[in-house]
């Protein structure tokens, strides 16, 4: 498999997961400036919409949306409890998570990258967003991981996107369960690889 990515962005999740995964990927990098690959494909016609993850097989054909992607990856290792086993109540919660992650969070910080946003509607933006926040914490109240004692991809996910908060000014501080969870996921081995692969290690804890 080959995993199409930009250092930091969204893409960042299917990577953690694949490390946790234990598959053999390989990784080629993707500059926007140029819609070139590191290793020199065509990114415009490998991803039409323009935008990271896309995850290449090995039959050659391509996966995209990383919600799709982790789930992808999760069923072929089912042994490594990245996801519940599909059909039951659990992956449907794990999905419940995997959209409000997408939905809520993700495009809840996205405005928030435009500098030229007006400072009235980075107020509404960040108030928004913390609600959002909020709620994430509460249920992370008590538990390692989003699904309980086992990490899963919606934990990548939210990994991901926290990691953004510093970027967009946005303090953490005042939740502190979701700070703690931050550093918790930033110690596993596979993130660490991942960070590393991104050139993120020195900014994978804020």
């Not at 991104?198 to 804890?205: F, R």
Request: contains cysteine; proline residues 6%; glycine residues 6%.
């Amino acid at each position: 498999m080959k995993l199409y990515y930009s250092p930091g962005a969204c893409s960042l999740s299917p990577h953690i997961v694949l490390a946790e995964s234990g598959l053999p990927f390989d990784l080629d990098k993707v500059d926007f400036s140029s819609m070139r690959s590191e290793h020199g494909a065509d990114f415009s016609k490998i991803n039409p919409k323009g935008y990271v993850p896309v995850i290449q097989l090995d039959d050659g054909e391509l996966l995209t949306e990383g919600s799709a992607i982790v789930q992808y990856i999760a069923d072929r290792v089912p042994k490594k409890k990245l996801a519940p086993a599909a059909g039951t109540m659990a992956r449907y919660r794990l999905q419940e998570w995997l959209n409000f992650i997408a939905t809520e969070l993700h495009k809840g910080f996205s405005p928030l990258f435009n500098s030229n946003l007006p400072e009235d509607m980075r107020a509404k933006s960040i108030e928004r967003l913390s609600s959002r926040l909020d709620f994430a914490a509460k249920r992370l109240e008590g538990k390692n991981y989003l699904m309980g004692d086992d990490f899963t991809v919606a934990d990548a996910y939210l990994f991901t996107i926290l990691r953004w908060a510093p970027h967009v000014n946005l303090d953490l501080s005042r939740w502190p369960v979701l700070v703690k969870y931050q550093e918790r996921i930033a110690e596993r081995p596979a993130v660490q690889q991942a960070l590393e692969e991104e050139g993120l290690l020195e900014m994978a804890v804020h």
